[in-house]
């Protein structure tokens, strides 16, 4: 009898054993927002989850995703907005480029615009561009830009303008409301400085430039909304070095997002460098981290890995599993939270079956409108699993 009792208790043991194994690979396999310590997650969920139980708080959570093309499309950002705006409140549309730029898209507003030329970071060196590395310059006195939102509205919006005059003259700027009444702007006498005026005006505006202004982005929120903000700041082919080119100034202007979520998203044109230096890949995410922690001390941070990305169908880029294993042990050195996006497709060889689904696109890298939407809703599930948890 004795035996017998032992022989159940230890059937019992091994499949209690094996069950767990059984969980605890279900659970490998299934993307979650992964907590390593940061600082400020708490808070975050806190004031997503209070946002629920009164939305006419007057309060606004902003979250800044900062990325390549994946970003720039803001098919993945805009889904992602939506959702957040359904379930929180919606607070605006966020920063925008100065005009629309070649091969990137806004899914919320769209730019007619006049005489104005692009310098874009990416491809151009410049000492002081500003946050989005995207310049728009006049070139004629005529320059204009109007700025209209898809969504017909009615609402008071909050525009941040961040220009910079080129010479001590007047007239620099001027902004026009729906009606063609001028806006005031409060104006700084210093010259070469990046300088942002903060206006209340209905939509659409009209923003009329002279030879001597530069024209950086600017951040549209609805006024005294409350709510969601999610920000897409990208540049196609970038990769997260892109910082560097940008001016001191960058970290002043993104610190005066008052973002509670900064989500990094770089890392696919990284994957095809095959002459990637992986330590100074490491010691540049770490240090890009730190920046945005001094600029943004209450701040919660995540780092978003690649999706799964090949460059045909049996080979991975080169550097992939590098930029991956470096992400996912910073994440954990940084104290950061970190969202792997190749295992929310479902792992290694997963962009092949989007393709097949109409997922993704042939190159195996970027994927279709309905593809990005998917990704932002499994995002978004994971995201407010994490907070649902963390009340």
């Not at 310590?37 to 004031?47: F, Q």
């Not at 010259?191 to 549209?220: C, D, F, R, Y």
Request: contains cysteine; proline residues 4%.
């Amino acid at each position: 009898m004795i035996r017998f009792f032992k022989f159940i208790i230890t059937v019992i043991a091994v499949t209690i054993a094996v069950g767990c194994s059984v969980a605890e690979s279900k659970t490998s396999t299934v993307s979650s927002v992964v907590d390593f310590g940061d600082p400020n997650a708490k808070k975050l969920s806190m004031r997503l989850n209070s946002l629920i139980k009164n939305k006419k708080s007057n309060q606004v959570v902003n979250i800044t995703q900062i990325g390549d093309s994946h970003t720039a499309a803001d098919f993945f950002t805009g889904e992602f907005r939506t959702l957040m705006q359904k379930k929180y409140g919606n607070a605006g549309i966020g920063w925008i480029p100065p005009v629309a730029i070649k091969g990137q898209n806004h899914v919320a507003v769209s730019w007619n615009t006049k005489n104005w030329e692009v310098l874009n970071s990416r491809t151009m060196s410049n000492p002081d561009f500003p946050i989005g590395g995207f310049i728009a310059v006049p070139t004629k006195d005529s320059a204009t830009i109007k700025i209209t939102p898809k969504t017909a509205t009615n609402s008071d919006w909050q525009v941040k303008l961040t220009f910079k005059k080129t010479k001590n003259t007047d007239n620099t700027l001027s902004v026009y409301d729906v009606n063609d009444k001028k806006i005031n702007l409060t104006d700084s006498p210093k010259i070469n400085v990046w300088q942002t005026s903060s206006i209340i005006s209905k939509l659409p505006i009209v923003i009329k430039g002279q030879h001597n202004v530069e024209l950086a982005g600017m951040w549209l929120t609805r006024n005294k909304q409350s709510g969601v903000v999610v920000s897409a700041i990208a540049s196609n082919g970038a990769k997260q070095t892109i910082w560097q080119k940008w001016g001191a100034s960058w970290l002043k202007q993104l610190a005066s997002s008052n973002s509670d979520l900064v989500i990094i998203e770089y890392g696919t044109n990284e994957s095809f460098d095959e002459t990637l230096d992986a330590d100074a890949y490491r010691q540049n995410l770490i240090s890009s981290i730190r920046q945005i922690r001094k600029s943004l001390p209450g701040a919660a941070i995540l780092l978003m890995s690649p999706p799964d990305t090949m460059v045909n169908d049996n080979d991975y880029p080169k550097s992939f599993k590098t930029v991956m294993d470096i992400q996912k042990q910073v994440a954990k050195s940084e104290k950061t939270l970190f969202w792997n996006w190749q295992l929310a497709m479902g792992g290694e060889n997963a962009v092949k079956k989007w393709r097949q689904q109409g997922l993704a696109r042939p190159d195996l890298v970027h994927q279709t409108l309905q593809g990005y939407k998917k990704s932002a809703q499994i995002f978004y599930t994971d995201l407010n699993e994490f907070v649902r948890k963390n009340k």
